[in-house]
């Protein structure tokens, strides 16, 4: 991993107290990294802890345990200068267009605010050139700087949100479910501008979602997240052709197929139950409750995050190398 990865997270946990003892356990022990110039994917279903990872990340919570390293440097240490100059390499886009820009202010306005802050043009006129660019950058034009957000579309508002976190001309974006709150025929436009933008901009992205078939159009490698943990890691065309854990599994199988023949034929996973409380997280693995593979063991031992084959990470008894003669019945699972 050494040098080559831009950004490293090292079992991070986020716990909110909510008082009389009671601890929410939004992210618990998620460990990864993201090399220069690669979109990692995160995914799994609302509440599962993805979004409070990546707003963990960045700064904007304060983490409970684990290290998060950006270019060898411990973001959660970083103080005064070092954290205000960190602010510019790493940027944020959210996920409601609708509420994440401020309904008072220009086009113009949002995007050069955090030039403002960061002190980065001398004059109004070199300022106004770059929001311009900015703008072109994200297929509106200038004529729209002059407009307020409410004069624009969903998915014309995401743009401008593109465009402000841009702003600082950061090296790696923390996109959070950028496109979840668009229509769908618009959710592809905005992912092919991000793909376009990071070929351009040599970007890095950490590219949050729920929706399994967005994500792999534009991540080199995916992970699953499941009641604050990350059960699964690894190649996006790996992920898909052989996902290895049964909640990945069950995702994967929800996909529908263009082909009608192959769809009618295929085998759905459904999940029973809900996805439990990360108040009060099962015992053991955390997936155990809904899993239809469940063993003893998952019971009492939290299943090893380990790699089991080159690059694929996963957490799951099934693959402890004394059980592995269970792990052919799981990988037939989806294809059966």
Not at 137 to 144: A, I, T
Not at 183 to 190: E, G, H, K, P, R
Request: overall charge positive; aromatic content about 6%.
């Amino acid at each position: 991993m050494g040098n080559e990865a831009l950004l490293e997270v090292k079992k991070l946990k986020k716990h909110f107290s909510l008082g009389k003892g009671t601890v929410l356990k939004a992210v618990d022990d998620v460990t990864f990294h993201i090399k220069k110039g690669e979109t990692l994917g995160i995914v799994g279903e609302s509440g599962c802890g993805k979004s409070t990872a990546g707003r963990t990340i960045i700064g904007l919570y304060d983490r409970t345990e684990g290290d998060v390293f950006y270019e060898g440097k411990n973001i959660h240490e970083l103080t005064g200068k070092e954290r205000f100059a960190f602010q510019r390499k790493m940027q944020m886009i959210f996920q409601d267009p609708y509420a994440s820009l401020n309904p008072r202010s220009t086009v113009r306005e949002i995007i050069s605010e955090p030039m403002e802050v960061h002190r980065l043009y001398a004059n109004k006129k070199e300022q106004l050139k770059r929001v311009y660019q900015l703008l072109e950058d994200v297929g509106l034009n200038r004529d729209h700087a002059n407009r307020y957000p409410h004069e624009f579309s969903g998915g014309q508002r995401q743009r401008i949100g593109i465009a402000r976190a841009l702003a600082l001309d950061p090296a790696f974006i923390i996109a959070d479910e950028p496109i979840s709150a668009l229509d769908v025929s618009v959710q592809a436009q905005v992912v092919n501008l991000l793909i376009g933008l990071q070929k351009k901009k040599g970007l890095t992205f950490l590219f949050i979602a729920h929706d399994l078939s967005m994500v792999k159009h534009i991540s080199d490698r995916i992970g699953v997240m499941y009641l604050g943990n990350l059960v699964e890691l690894t190649a996006s065309a790996a992920l898909y052709k052989n996902p290895l854990h049964p909640y990945t599994q069950a995702l994967l199988s929800a996909i529908p197929i263009p082909d009608p023949d192959i769809e009618d034929n295929r085998e759905r996973i459904i999940l029973k139950g809900e996805l439990p409380s990360p108040i009060n997280p099962p015992s053991g693995c955390v997936f155990k409750t809904r899993c239809p593979l469940v063993m003893d063991v998952c019971s009492t031992i939290k299943p090893e995050w380990q790699e089991v084959e080159t690059n694929h990470f996963v957490a799951c008894h099934l693959y402890n190398k004394s059980r592995a003669s269970h792990s052919h019945h799981s990988k037939t699972m989806v294809s059966k």
